[in-house]
């Protein structure tokens, strides 16, 4: 499996830009941060944080499925890094 490339995606033609994260995204987001962990660890989180921003970007608006999304994500990036100790 190819891994993901933004490049490679294909923005609605109203959204090209990435938009600014809204206060509810924003909260969320700051849980995927990553530097604070052993480098080892940082490798496994580290996509998990590009995927969310990635998500927040391309999104069109804020959505309760969106914060779903978000929140369901941050459950895996947890579970996946603490797999890795």
Excluded: G, W
Aim: hydrophobic letters at 40%; one cysteine or more.
């Amino acid at each position: 499996m190819d891994p993901i490339q933004p490049d490679k995606f294909h923005y609605a033609e109203e959204h090209k830009e990435p938009r600014i994260p809204t206060v509810p995204e924003a909260t969320i987001l700051r849980y995927f941060s990553y530097k604070h962990l052993p480098e080892h660890l940082q490798k496994h989180s580290k996509p998990f944080c590009d995927l969310a921003q990635h998500l927040v970007a391309t999104s069109p608006d804020t959505s309760a499925q969106l914060i779903i999304a978000l929140n369901k994500l941050l459950e895996a990036k947890d579970c996946f890094v603490r797999a890795m100790l």
